[in-house]
């Protein structure tokens, strides 16, 4: 048997996984299979479209379900240990060095599971994480991004 693959994650996006998949368990999965009752007592299932709704939904609850079971099974909770460098779990405040915003740049580095770019997660793949990775507060690193290189500051790590 092959081991999983392990799913880093802070202890806040753990904590997301297992209420998400309280709800489906909870919440949507008995809510569909009523739907799905209800549709079956219309009759005809061959030409009923709230039967089959309801039935690709049930996929989609039940798919969506043994995906967390397995991230949760498989989970790794990152510790950040130190904010003297930068490492997985760690929010560092950057600025970009060719541009006049002083106004610094503030992103999380979580597991590629729970990055939310519009929220400041960003993955620990990404290729700004991985410059960042190992460097300190006054460093100034190269980031090799698909639309070419640029450079950042480091301005603080917590």
């Known amino acids: 048997m092959t081991k999983s693959k392990e799913v880093l994650l802070t202890q806040e996006g753990l904590d997301e996984l297992k209420s998400e998949l309280s709800d489906l368990i909870n919440n949507q999965r008995p809510k569909n299979i009523k739907d799905i009752k209800e549709a079956r007592a219309l009759g005809d299932l ?9 039935k690709a939904k049930q996929g989609e609850i ?19 240990e130190s904010s003297d460098i930068v490492n997985v779990g760690n929010t560092v405040s950057i600025k970009y060095v060719d541009e006049d915003d ?14 939310d770019p ?3 997660k960003i993955s620990n793949e990404s290729p700004i994480a991985q410059a960042l990775f190992n460097h300190k507060v006054g460093d100034v690193v190269q980031v090799d991004s698909p639309n070419g290189k640029y450079e950042v500051e480091i301005i603080d790590i917590k």
């Open 46 to 54: 061959s030409e009923n479209a709230e039967y089959h709704a309801a």
């Open 62 to 80: 039940e798919r969506r379900i043994k995906q967390l079971e397995k991230m949760i099974e498989n989970a790794k909770i990152i510790v950040s």
């Open 102 to 115: 002083d106004e610094p740049e503030v992103y999380k580095i979580v597991g590629s599971q729970e990055a």
């Open 118 to 120: 519009f929220n400041a």
